[in-house]
């Protein structure tokens, strides 16, 4: 029966997305696997141009052992996960408090009228798609923006045409 | 004095790196209390008498908390710190985990020892990809040069630690969110009591402190709560690290004693943008009711200072706003963020957090209504208190302040559907 189940899971991703997620799965009580879903959705949503299928939610739920409903909870509760396909680079502007009064509004005009698109939308070429984020913790450089992994500090218009235009 | 603590290894090259640390006395401490078996109480006392307070907010003694936990009770327990710093305004954490983790490590397996726990979690937030790599690093260098796993230089003291990565969710600083959501789940509070010292992380006894309290915890040990407590002032020991922002010159972290006048950080910080005057201080982060800039300018940066002028500290994220800022704009955002990151468990928040930011927006946008401005205090009384955990309060609270110092500005956009001249 194990041996079956094993073979199953195999079956649900590549060898090295199995790794990402099992040094997740390491991190915690052998009887607490569930404990890896957030790192496991974020493994497999990297790897899939940066969203999330319901297939690909059932596949994580599989390989932890875990209801589809309970992947599915976590995976609309928390706002860094993606349902819907994105663009390959998703800009995350932040338009809290601090970066308000250092004029975000400014940024994302820019970066708005530059790619033609708003808040939640993708290019057409699927290069570029545009969030609206709360604070990220970088306030000492706001205006501030994410894209992928990294984060963008004390921006203006000429600053983010030279970060998107650095872009692949 | 200044970055005497947390920061103390900020002006050395790449000081994130072990050896750096090290070069500081890092360890050091951790080494004493492994080898000299030092008694676990001894170690709770020194952190109460330090009159160190949680660094995250709420500011409770964490000593107290640590003294909650049976530490001979049998079966796990564990070590939690929060670094899912989401308080806008806040971005002192992310500085302890780029530039001294290492401090932050030692902390968490010393208070393992004082507890009892042989696990530990760092839970750093989602964004947070720079900081959380560099806490990886850290923790194998540690693992690698024995600080940890298994009978911890000989002393036979196990501690392990793991960082787990959040996915983008406010509430998840609330500590019990925080829990469920290692746990694999939704971010939503649990009912306290039972209180996370007796039904933690797994059901098992918890303590969960913030990044900074804990990474304060090697100094306190190597210097003497005493010499913590005195840096500060009554019931505010210490150092606190401030993130003050805004329109100012030179916003950035400051370690500074607490109980530092708030003009004196203003001036560290570069002082106004361009001979703008000042108008308003956020003193504690996002949920702290503001206070105009005049009063703020006589308070101090301490506990009962700025709690004496009908606000709190918080987390020490200072937000400067100066003339031109309109205050139903920002409470307009900051409403909007409350509505964004309410869990939606209790009806108050859920439903009252969303009015707030509707009535609000419609006296931003001039379609406000006299009786609006009794209904915001209204509302707001009504969604204080009555959640189970302190998000709500979080939420009415700005509201509150607001209304307390600025009605006229709220008044005048209902009466002209516009800002006040000169603002905005």
Same mark, same amino acid.
């Given at each position: 029966?194990?041996?079956?189940?094993?073979?199953?899971?195999?079956?649900?991703?590549?060898?090295?997305?199995?790794?990402?997620?099992?040094?997740?799965?390491?991190?915690?009580?052998?009887?607490?696997?569930?404990?890896?879903?957030?790192?496991?959705?974020?493994?497999?949503?990297?790897?899939?141009?940066?969203?999330?299928?319901?297939?690909?939610?059932?596949?994580?739920? /599989?390989?932890?052992?875990?209801?589809?409903?309970?992947?599915?909870?976590?995976?609309?509760?928390?706002?860094?996960?993606?349902?819907?396909?994105? *663009?390959?680079?998703?800009?995350?502007?932040?338009?809290?408090?601090?970066?308000?009064?250092?004029?975000?509004?400014?940024?994302?005009?820019?970066?708005?009228?530059?790619?033609?698109?708003?808040? !939640?939308?993708?290019? #057409? %070429?699927?290069?570029?798609?545009?969030?609206?984020?709360?604070?990220?913790?970088?306030?000492?450089?706001?205006?501030?923006?994410?894209?992928?992994?990294?984060?963008?500090?004390?921006?203006?218009?000429?600053?983010?045409?030279?970060?998107?235009?650095?872009?692949? | 004095? /200044?970055?005497?603590?947390?920061?103390?290894?900020?002006?050395?090259?790449?000081?994130?790196?072990?050896?750096?640390?090290?070069?500081? +006395? @890092?360890?050091?401490?951790?080494? &004493?209390?492994?080898?000299?078996?030092?008694?676990?109480?001894?170690?709770?006392?020194?952190? &109460?008498?330090?009159?160190?307070?949680?660094?995250?907010?709420? +500011?409770?003694?964490?000593?107290?908390?640590?003294?909650?936990?049976?530490?001979?009770?049998?079966?796990?327990?564990?070590?939690?710190?929060?670094?899912?710093?989401? #308080?806008?305004?806040?971005?002192?954490?992310?500085?302890?985990?780029?530039?001294?983790?290492?401090?932050?490590?030692?902390?968490?397996? $010393?208070?393992?020892?004082?507890?009892?726990?042989?696990?530990?979690?760092?839970?750093?937030?989602?964004?947070?990809?720079?900081?959380?790599?560099?806490?990886?690093?850290?923790?194998?260098? /540690?693992?690698?040069?024995?600080?940890?796993?298994?009978?911890?230089?000989?002393?036979?003291?196990?501690?392990?630690?793991?960082?787990?990565?959040?996915?983008?969710?406010?509430?998840?600083?609330?500590?019990?969110?925080?829990?469920?959501?290692?746990?694999?789940?939704?971010?939503?509070?649990?009912?306290?009591?039972?209180?996370?010292?007796?039904?933690?992380?797994? !059901?098992?006894?918890?303590?969960?402190?913030?990044?900074? =309290?804990? /990474?304060?915890?090697?100094?306190?040990?190597?210097?003497?709560?005493?010499?913590?407590?005195?840096?500060?002032? &009554?019931?505010?020991?210490?150092?606190?690290?401030?993130?003050?922002?805004?329109?100012?010159?030179?916003?950035?972290?400051?370690?500074?004693?607490? *109980?530092?006048?708030?003009?004196?950080?203003?001036?560290?910080?570069?002082?106004?943008?361009?001979?703008?005057?000042?108008?308003?201080?956020?003193?504690?982060?996002?949920?702290?009711?503001?206070?105009?800039?005049?009063?703020?300018?006589?308070?101090?940066?301490?506990? %009962?200072?700025?709690?004496?002028?009908?606000?709190?500290? @918080? =987390?020490?994220?200072?937000?400067?706003?100066?003339?031109?800022?309109?205050?139903?704009? $920002?409470?307009?955002?900051?409403?909007?963020?409350?509505?964004?990151?309410?869990?939606?468990?209790?009806?108050?928040?859920?439903? @009252?957090?969303?009015?707030?930011?509707?009535?609000?927006?419609? $006296?931003?946008?001039?379609?406000?209504?006299?009786?609006?401005?009794?209904?915001?205090? %209204?509302?707001?009384?009504?969604?204080?208190?009555?959640?189970?955990?302190?998000?709500?309060?979080?939420?009415?609270?700005?509201?509150?302040?607001?209304?307390?110092?600025?009605?006229?500005?709220?008044?005048?956009?209902?009466?002209?559907?516009?800002?006040?001249?000169?603002?905005?």
């Amino acid at each position: 029966m194990t041996t079956t189940i094993e073979k199953d899971k195999t079956e649900l991703f590549t060898a090295e997305i199995r790794a990402e997620i099992d040094r997740w799965i390491a991190k915690y009580p052998t009887e607490w696997k569930q404990s890896a879903v957030m790192g496991a959705l974020m493994v497999v949503q990297d790897n899939n141009d940066g969203w999330l299928s319901t297939q690909l939610m059932d596949q994580v739920a /599989a390989y932890l052992d875990m209801p589809s409903i309970a992947v599915y909870e976590v995976a609309t509760f928390y706002s860094m996960y993606e349902l819907k396909p994105v *663009g390959k680079h998703k800009i995350c502007v932040c338009t809290n408090v601090s970066c308000m009064t250092n004029k975000s509004d400014v940024i994302v005009e820019h970066i708005e009228k530059k790619l033609g698109i708003g808040f !939640g939308q993708v290019t #057409e %070429d699927g290069r570029f798609s545009l969030k609206e984020v709360e604070c990220l913790g970088a306030c000492g450089g706001a205006p501030m923006m994410q894209i992928g992994k990294q984060y963008y500090e004390n921006l203006t218009p000429e600053i983010v045409d030279a970060i998107l235009e650095g872009l692949e | 004095m /200044a970055n005497e603590v947390c920061l103390r290894t900020l002006d050395l090259e790449r000081p994130w790196l072990l050896e750096q640390y090290q070069s500081r +006395g @890092g360890y050091a401490m951790l080494k &004493k209390i492994l080898t000299e078996k030092m008694a676990p109480e001894a170690i709770i006392e020194e952190v &109460k008498k330090s009159g160190l307070r949680g660094r995250g907010g709420a +500011g409770f003694p964490t000593g107290l908390k640590w003294s909650f936990i049976s530490r001979n009770a049998p079966g796990q327990k564990y070590v939690v710190c929060n670094s899912d710093e989401g #308080e806008p305004g806040t971005f002192k954490d992310r500085d302890i985990l780029r530039y001294n983790p290492h401090q932050l490590i030692e902390g968490m397996i $010393i208070a393992g020892y004082a507890i009892g726990a042989t696990r530990g979690y760092n839970y750093i937030r989602g964004e947070f990809w720079e900081p959380y790599e560099r806490f990886e690093q850290a923790l194998e260098d /540690a693992r690698n040069a024995g600080f940890l796993g298994e009978n911890l230089l000989g002393s036979g003291f196990d501690f392990e630690l793991h960082a787990h990565l959040g996915a983008g969710a406010y509430i998840c600083g609330e500590e019990t969110a925080l829990l469920e959501s290692i746990e694999g789940k939704k971010g939503q509070p649990r009912y306290k009591p039972p209180f996370p010292a007796h039904f933690g992380l797994y !059901g098992r006894p918890t303590i969960i402190n913030n990044t900074e =309290s804990l /990474a304060s915890i090697p100094m306190i040990m190597e210097k003497g709560g005493e010499w913590f407590a005195d840096i500060g002032v &009554k019931n505010s020991g210490g150092s606190k690290l401030f993130s003050i922002s805004g329109n100012i010159n030179n916003p950035g972290v400051f370690e500074i004693p607490m *109980g530092t006048p708030f003009s004196e950080l203003l001036a560290m910080a570069g002082g106004m943008k361009e001979g703008h005057k000042i108008k308003a201080v956020i003193p504690g982060g996002s949920s702290a009711p503001v206070i105009p800039g005049e009063q703020m300018m006589e308070l101090n940066m301490d506990y %009962d200072s700025i709690a004496g002028a009908g606000s709190m500290l @918080g =987390s020490g994220a200072v937000i400067v706003l100066d003339e031109s800022n309109c205050m139903v704009k $920002i409470l307009e955002r900051m409403s909007y963020f409350y509505h964004e990151e309410s869990c939606g468990q209790c009806t108050p928040c859920r439903e @009252g957090t969303g009015w707030l930011y509707r009535v609000v927006h419609r $006296i931003e946008t001039g379609q406000g209504r006299q009786e609006d401005l009794d209904l915001l205090d %209204d509302v707001a009384s009504k969604i204080s208190g009555k959640t189970i955990c302190a998000l709500g309060d979080a939420a009415a609270m700005p509201v509150q302040g607001m209304l307390r110092h600025y009605r006229d500005e709220f008044q005048y956009h209902i009466d002209h559907k516009r800002c006040m001249t000169g603002v905005g």
